[in-house]
């Protein structure tokens, strides 16, 4: 089993900051990419940012040069720092881990539970 915690969430005025922390635990012999995705009501989850083992970034067009996700490999976290934060960026937002079971050698790909960010005055 391989579990996803999310913390870091809240509630920020316009121009704000958050940061996301996502560490993974269980049955884990490597992870590959990790990742955010975010979900506004109505609307399809979507991603925000990815980086894979080695430090490779992508980013969504919408969040470039506001946005930066890091990784720690040796805590199995990954970290989204989000700056100049828009009302349009309100939306739960769900980190994703691929990589190997420790136990199984399959590959995994999970979830975490999500965290809500809402940017409001």
């Known amino acids: 089993q391989v579990q996803l915690v999310e913390s870091g969430g809240g509630l920020v005025q316009p121009g704000g900051s958050l940061r996301l922390s996502c560490a993974a635990s269980?049955?884990?012999?490597?992870?590959?990419?990790m990742g955010w995705y975010r979900q506004a009501p109505g609307n399809q989850r979507e991603m925000v940012a990815e980086?894979?083992?080695?430090?490779?970034?992508t980013y969504a067009d919408s969040v470039k040069s506001r946005f930066t996700i890091s990784r720690d490999n040796s805590k199995n976290t990954v970290y989204l720092q989000m700056n100049s934060l828009k009302p349009e960026d309100t939306a739960v937002y769900y980190c994703?881990?691929?990589?190997?079971?420790?136990?199984?050698?399959?590959?995994?790909?999970?979830w975490g539970q999500g965290t809500q960010v809402t940017v409001s005055s």
């Open positions: 994703h881990a691929t990589g190997t079971n420790l136990f199984t050698s399959s590959p995994f790909f999970h």
């Open positions: 980086i894979t083992s080695g430090g490779t970034t």
């Open positions: 269980g049955w884990i012999f490597k992870i590959t990419d």
